[in-house]
Nanobody, 126 residues
């Protein structure tokens, strides 16, 4: 059982920054997803156990940075140059299995993750 506790959401103006944190029990593969009202939950970023493999959705590449501090069992999502379209509830997720699947794909589907945080609201005003 992996417990995830998120923090760091809030209201920010367009162009601003926020950092989300997710404290996890253990050292699983971690990902961030987001869900805007009326939309499906979508992949944002993922990071392997060592932090050596990282992938981003195209929509956030160059603006968001995922990282982890394994000494603190915490994963971060630094979000810069925020846009109103980044407004969503952000969820961290944990994957118990290996980072890459049998087809060498990284985990980018909600089905690839086993545990979920409670979600934290990020609102970007224009």
């Amino acid at each position: 059982q992996v417990q995830l506790v998120e923090s760091g959401g809030g209201l920010v103006q367009a162009g601003g920054s926020l950092r989300l944190s997710c404290a996890a029990s253990g050292r699983p593969v971690m990902g961030w997803f987001r869900q805007a009202p009326g939309k499906e939950r979508e992949f944002v970023a993922t990071i392997s156990r060592s932090g050596g493999s990282i992938y981003y959705a195209d929509s956030v590449k160059g603006r968001f940075t995922i990282s982890r501090d394994n000494a603190k069992n915490t994963v971060y999502l630094q979000m810069n140059s925020l846009k109103p379209e980044d407004t969503a509830v952000y969820y961290c997720a944990a994957r118990i299995g290996s980072f890459f699947d049998s087809s060498s794909s990284y985990p980018k589907s909600t089905r690839d993750y086993d545990y979920w945080g409670q979600g934290t609201q990020v609102t970007v005003s224009s």
